[in-house]
Nanobody, 124 residues
Framework: QVHLAESGGGSVQAGGSLRLSCALP????????VGWFRQAPGRERELVAS????????IYADSVKGRFTISRDNTKNTVFLQMSSLKPEDTAVYYC?????????????????WGQGTQVTVSS
């Protein structure tokens, strides 16, 4: 089974920024919608942002609108999540996932492949 690969996590202070990257296994995956999810301890995994295969359409959770930006570079088979104005409540493990059945919004039941996750810790 192929997996996506996240990178870019780390520890920052509140108000700081991080840029996460999700490397797709190959050019075929550039045809799929990709989403960023996060899961904090004791909480369910939630969709943070999602992007269509061509980058023309995006969806954001209300909690991150105006602070996070999802984008993709299909020439490099990579999807990004730029996170700014980070808050302690953004602390979580962040995962990327592809959904070949979705146009934009990646749904957990139809995810084909997940990444291993990258930890983001925001201190106050």
């Amino acid at each position: 089974q192929v997996h996506l690969a996240e990178s870019g996590g780390g520890s920052v202070q509140a108000g700081g920024s991080l840029r996460l990257s999700c490397a797709l296994p190959g050019p075929t995956f550039s045809s799929y919608a990709v989403g960023w999810f996060r899961q904090a301890p004791g909480r369910e995994r939630e969709l943070v942002a999602s992007i269509s295969w061509d980058g023309d359409y995006t969806i954001y959770a209300d909690s991150v609108k105006g602070r996070f930006t999802i984008s993709r570079d299909n020439t490099k088979n990579t999807v990004f999540l730029q996170m700014s104005s980070l808050k302690p409540e953004d602390t979580a493990v962040y995962y990327c996932a592809e959904d070949r059945q979705s146009g934009v919004k990646v749904e957990v039941p139809t995810v084909g492949s997940w990444g291993q996750g990258t930890q983001v810790t925001v201190s106050s």
